[in-house]
Nanobody
Framework: QLQLVESGGGSVQAGGSLRLSCAAS????????MGWFRQAPGKEREGVAN???????TYADSVKGRFTISRDDAKNTVYLQMNGLQPEDTGMYFC??????????????????WGRGTQVTVAS
């Protein structure tokens, strides 16, 4: 059964770091596009980063140079390393898969499998 489970969220001070994990089951992250998204209270969900089967990475402008997406194929897990966190990074972070596509389509609607999310709160 296909499942994505996020973990690693928490509360940090501005400038701090967190590493989010997304454990997948029922399919291989190595052969699919995997992405991280976030949603702040009262705002629309937005893309943060994604990585495709050839390790090509894409980042939102707001997180470039601070966040890094990676993948551990042996653990079937995707990570989001977040450094230099700011209050505007606060939100629920979701992992998602765009299955069947070697290269990520940069459109949220193409991600067909989602986790339940993990909360990140950054205090100023």
């Amino acid at each position: 059964q296909l499942q994505l489970v996020e973990s690693g969220g928490g509360s940090v001070q501005a400038g701090g770091s967190l590493r989010l994990s997304c454990a997948a089951s029922g399919f291989q992250v190595s052969s699919n596009c995997m992405g991280w998204f976030r949603q702040a209270p009262g705002k629309e969900r937005e893309g943060v980063a994604n990585i495709d089967s050839r390790d090509r990475e894409t980042y939102a402008d707001s997180v470039k140079g601070r966040f890094t997406i990676s993948r551990d194929d042996a653990k079937n897990t995707v990570y989001l390393q977040m450094n230099g966190l700011q209050p505007e990074d606060t939100g629920m972070y979701f992992c998602a898969a765009q299955r069947g596509w070697e290269r990520c389509v940069q459109d949220m609607s193409w991600f067909d499998s989602w986790g339940r999310g993990t909360q990140v709160t950054v205090a100023s």
